[in-house]
Each structure stands twice: as structure tokens, then as C-alpha cells.
């Protein structure tokens, strides 16, 4: 059973800051990754997506990297502002053959002006 | 870019009721899935189509249905609701099985 696990559950920086995101899966047979961002009450916004044979994909200020022999991945958030305030999820499939896809709980990011 | 569609947005049921969510993929995407976000909740796979049949199915009671019709349009029919349905409920879309998943807006579900 595929389980995603976020660290830190919240994190509160000051604006300008270079910050990382940590998401750790058990189950390492899987074919891509992705990043998300949740507004409150809002929908899933598609950050980045990260195919098993990458090992890192880049997006503007955002960075993800993959390493799946260790079960892990990082979102590096360059030069952070109040705008980058948002939950970030990161999702993998069930099992190695499936879509459908398996959340963690998030980080909750504050960047402060 | 034209984004996953979904309606409504907002509904208000009481229990016992029923609710008919729809969901309009991204034009050429043929695959559609159905998630539930709970209250402070990570969203939770409930099940998908693709080529309008039923390709995975994740823990969707049996008081739910889903269908994707032939314009690839999908509809996610709840009855007998309960309090404990209220949620986000997404729909996603992809161009093909294992490809990147687009979400929509969501719809939010309050049970009364």
C-alpha cells in the first residue's frame, strides 16, 4: 500500500526566502510524481510533474526533484514571496501500474511581507 | 487553455437526498477521475473512466455511481445522502491512462 508522507506539515518564512518541501512514498515503483498547490477551499492547481526516469523538473521559481530509489522528493521554492501562500501536495500513484493517485497531507506555507 | 470543468459549484442537499455532479474534461482528454477532500483532509481517489469505461475504483460507496458519456463528459450520482458526504468533490482529467492529471475547480458538498 502506497503511503505519502509531507514534511513539515506547516511552514512560515519571510518573503525572499529559498525554501524546500519534503515528501517521502513507500512504495518506489512508480511512474511520475507531481506537485500541487491548494488554495483554501479551492482546487488543485498542477505544479510540476516528474517522470520516473527524471530526476528533476523545473518551473519558473519551482524545482522538484525525484530520487525513487529512496522513496523521495523535494520542492525547492526559489526567492519566495506572499503570493507562494498556499497548501503544496505532493501525489503518486497507488501502485506501480495505476492512475489513480495518492496524496499526502500537505505542507501549509506562509511566506510573510 | 481550456481547464477541467465542473458543476455545479456549490450545492445544498439534506439527507436522504440525491446529488448529480458533473464534470467536462479538457477537450481530447479521454480519461476522467473522481476524488473526495474532506474537512483538513488530503483528497481521496473514488474512481475513473477511461474510454467511457470503468478503469479503477477506489473507496466509493456503494451509494454512489459514475458514468463518462460518450462526449467524454463524466457524472458522479450520490444517494441517500449523509452527513459525512459533505466535501470537495474533484474531478480530474488526462490525455491517457498514466498521464498528468488536471483538476478542476471542485464542487463543495454540504449535506445538511
Known amino acids: 500500500k502506497q503511503e505519502v508522507t509531507q514534511i513539515p506539515a506547516a511552514l512560515s518564512v519571510p518573503e525572499g526566502e529559498n525554501l524546500v518541501l519534503n515528501c517521502s512514498f513507500t512504495?518506489?515503483?512508480?511512474?511520475?510524481l507531481q506537485w500541487f498547490r491548494q488554495d483554501p477551499g479551492k482546487g488543485l492547481t498542477s505544479l510540476l510533474l516528474i517522470q520516473s526516469s527524471q530526476r528533476e523538473q523545473t518551473s519558473g521559481r519551482l524545482n522538484a526533484s525525484l530520487d525513487k530509489s529512496s522513496g523521495r522528493s523535494t520542492l525547492y521554492i526559489a526567492a519566495s514571496q506572499p503570493g507562494d501562500s498556499a497548501t503544496y501536495l505532493c501525489?503518486?500513484?497507488?501502485?506501480?501500474?495505476?492512475?489513480?493517485?495518492?496524496f499526502g497531507k500537505g505542507t501549509k506555507l506562509t511566506v510573510n511581507p | 487553455a481550456a481547464g477541467v470543468i465542473q458543476s455545479p459549484r456549490h450545492l445544498i442537499k439534506e439527507k436522504r437526498e440525491t446529488a448529480t455532479l458533473k464534470c467536462y474534461p479538457i477537450p481530447r482528454h479521454d480519461t476522467v477521475y473522481w476524488y473526495q477532500q474532506g474537512p483538513g483532509q488530503d483528497p481521496q481517489f473514488l474512481i475513473s473512466?477511461?474510454?467511457?469505461?470503468?478503469?479503477d475504483k477506489g473507496s466509493i460507496p456503494d451509494r454512489f455511481s459514475a458514468q463518462q458519456f460518450s462526449d467524454y463528459h463524466s457524472e458522479l450520482n450520490m444517494s441517500s445522502l449523509e452527513l459525512g458526504d459533505s466535501a470537495l468533490y474533484f474531478c480530474?482529467?488526462?490525455?491517457?491512462?498514466?498521464?498528468?492529471?488536471?483538476f478542476g475547480p471542485g464542487t463543495r458538498l454540504t449535506v445538511t
Open positions: 473512466f477511461y474510454e467511457k469505461m470503468q478503469s
Open positions: 501525489a503518486v500513484p497507488l501502485q506501480g501500474g495505476s492512475e489513480k493517485l495518492v
Open positions: 480530474a482529467s488526462s490525455l491517457n491512462l498514466f498521464y498528468e492529471q488536471y
Open positions: 512504495d518506489s515503483a512508480i511512474y511520475n
